[in-house]
């Protein structure tokens, strides 16, 4: 591999890595929470649930390779990680649709500790207008343009109805926002230059059923 | 690589591809609910965010090359990995916490579609006990074990505050649960043999702010 600088290795980061670093980043959180101040990258890859000889590779992307006999400076690695996602910076967010899951991600406590600040809940049913969830109000749907104008919201999530989310999107993609987390069991179509990540709930469930059955048949 | 035995792959197969086959099986429910009938692993890998090699790869542990010239049948593709996964069988399911939270996985159709039937939802707080969510009556947690045993239950997902979490664990594990999906910001401790995996929603939302901060900065 050649010399490279600081501005090209970051673009350079493998989607794989990318997708890793918030697992480290919690992993060595949980670290500096229990006073821990060196790790090595055996016990860092322990607790991120990877090899480590693929941790090192991750984080030779970002120019941390720790110290010979000593390992990495937990504190230190934590700051480059958020740095390197981006979550040092403060993210504004709206959450559109506060059913019972956009209830449920309008308290979710991780998106606050991690930059993510909630500045919008909206939702079409009127019905819903007068509630406060966890101290932000549930403004209208038709307030989006405004809200994403004033507060410069550049993510949103999607926690709608499968049949209203691609109509949301569309709304959403309109008015200047350019990633999407979409709760919504439904695929949606942006434009070029829009991020769109899907969660899937049961794909975690999938993968313990996949040890059950292992277990089932050892048994 | 030498000959090996099915059940001999079956064990074998790396936690990372195993983490990948309900990825690919999404995006093959996908191609197959659009009336594809083959496709090509470039097209699968596209599909499924990976690139091909590594798809191949993966497939390979199951026993799935392919036909050169003509790609894979979607369909039996498909079944084949839902049969690696496990998810052609039936995997009755208690979720325990029906908060906001709780109500919102009852809801959620990605279970059901995927082998996975809720089979109770358990509170501690008897106010919520005259409720039915999603056709499933709420009932008490102390009904745990009863519902346990009846219904064969392996696998339990937790949806309580934090602090409650460790508790319902130890509940779960004492009368024979050894797969929990936790959804609680807390860290479990179980014995061996018991898998826990943990979801973080704020994960994606990272992913997204690391390209988004990518954009600002070339723009």
Known sequence: MTARTTSETARDIPEATVARLPVYLRALTTLVEAGTQTCSSEDLAAAAGVNSAKLRKDLSYLGSYGTRGVGYDVDYLRYQIAREIGVTQDWPVVIVGIGNLGHALANYSGFRSRGFRVVALLDADPE???????????????????????????????????????????????????SILNFAPAVLSVPDGVDVRKVDLSIELQILAYHEQRKAQSA
């Open 128 to 178: 819903r207008h007068d509630e406060v969830v966890a101290g932000v109000d549930v403004r209208a749907f038709d307030d989006l343009e405004q809200i994403v104008a004033d507060q410069g919201v550049a993510i949103g999530v999607i926690a709608t109805p499968a049949l209203a989310a691609q109509a949301v999107a569309d709304r959403m993609v309109a008015c200047g926002i350019t």
